[in-house]
């Protein structure tokens, strides 16, 4: 079994490396206290490739595949974890277009979309729950060549800087995704989300009051929707959460490491107190492990194998990676003593963003019950 990245993963993860630490890093707390949505680092991100990552050259996109894409969202998010989750959920819909959309769809949106021209987000969870997308009550009723489309979405990732959403609705007794586009009547962004972490990622209520949409707006075939967006969230949701949260640990465990080789007690580093390297090494190991077990379940999705094939190492990834966060993430403050509580060190920001990975693409209670079927099958 070989292990090694290719000479193209290894060099685009020192290019991505790169312009975190140079373009990435002297902004973040700045990006976080403004809360404004960094487009024109989206701008950057989308000429240097990033956002059409998994997308095939034709549509615009350097077709890359899942496991660059999980290094990229690795990457950015050791620096600065906002971006990284606009790479983790604005891919969802992008996706979806790209492997179930007409030909006119893919033509129109996925080129924008790859130039960072257009943003598009994936709209699921309503207030009965995101885990249970079935009991979705937002009705899509066709009318001649038009759906007509009523009901309210909650904790939309970046639907208020979306440009066009793609929304779980259901007509009768099936379900589809259906896009609708910014400016449509009877569709509006209701309120922002006052959440505590990833402070320039918008999460929003939306709301639909008789919006109609042509028929032609329907993505894959009619009654397939719910399948369509839970393989999404499963597939790109969770191994992006799964980038998420290893990029968070690894910026805390590389900061707590520095500061152990600089920061000097008792005439000496506190590196060489057999304390803190016990902790450094516990970090170190439990990093290491989950980045194998993340790579593995992006690296079989580029093997082209479904979501009933590697979906319980998508669950295992995305958990292991949750928990990875926070729990490296507050050991590194420990380490850091005063100075991980200051915003200067970056520690709290990480923490911060490292709980709000727990609910995102499925609790850590659903990843369990989709490994536990997994097994039992």
């Not at 487009?39 to 989308?46: G, Q």
């Not at 968070?248 to 008792?266: D, M, T």
């Amino acid at each position: 079994m070989d292990f090694t990245l290719t000479r193209q993963q290894e060099m685009l993860r020192e290019t991505v490396h790169q312009f975190a630490e140079s373009e990435l890093s002297p902004k973040a707390i700045e990006l976080d206290e403004t809360g404004e949505f960094p487009f024109d680092i989206l701008k950057r991100c989308a000429e240097m490739g990033l956002v059409g990552i998994i997308t095939p050259r034709e549509y615009g996109g350097t077709g890359m595949g899942h496991l660059a894409r999980v290094i990229v969202i690795e990457e950015i998010s050791r620096v600065y974890p906002p971006l990284g989750f606009f790479f983790q959920t604005g891919h969802l819909g992008q996706w979806s277009v790209q492997e179930y959309g007409t030909e006119e769809q893919k033509k129109k949106y996925l080129p924008p979309l790859c130039k960072g021209e257009m943003i598009m987000c994936d709209a699921i969870t309503e207030a009965s729950g995101g885990s249970n997308p079935a009991a979705c009550q937002t009705t899509a009723q066709l009318v001649g060549d038009e759906f007509v489309i009523n009901g309210r979405k909650v904790y939309i990732t970046l639907a208020g800087v979306a440009d066009v959403a793609l929304i779980l609705a259901k007509t009768d007794d099936k379900f589809n995704e259906i896009l609708v586009e910014k400016g449509t009547a009877g569709f509006e962004i209701v309120r922002r989300e006052n959440i505590s972490g990833f402070r320039t990622t918008p999460v929003n209520e939306m709301a639909f009051t008789n919006c109609r949409v042509p028929k032609s707006n329907l993505v894959g075939q009619e009654g397939k929707g719910l399948s369509i967006g839970l393989a999404a969230v499963s597939m790109l949701g969770r191994t992006g959460v799964a980038g998420i949260g290893l990029g968070i640990a690894r910026g805390c465990y590389e900061a707590a490491l520095n500061f152990a080789k600089e920061r000097k007690l008792y005439g000496k580093p506190i590196g060489e107190l057999q304390a803190i390297q016990f902790a450094l090494a516990e970090m170190n190991m439990d990093i290491e492990a989950t980045k194998w077990v993340s790579y593995y379940s992006a690296w079989q999705i580029d093997q082209g194998k479904g979501i009933r094939e590697v979906g319980a190492d998508i669950a295992r990834a995305k958990f292991l990676a949750c928990e990875l966060a926070n729990r490296v993430a507050p050991r590194a403050m420990q380490i850091m003593g005063a100075y991980g509580l200051s915003e200067e060190y970056h520690m709290t920001r990480l923490l911060r963003d490292a709980l709000h990975l727990f609910p995102a693409a499925g609790t850590q209670e659903i990843m369990k019950i989709t490994i536990g079927r997994s097994i039992l099958a």
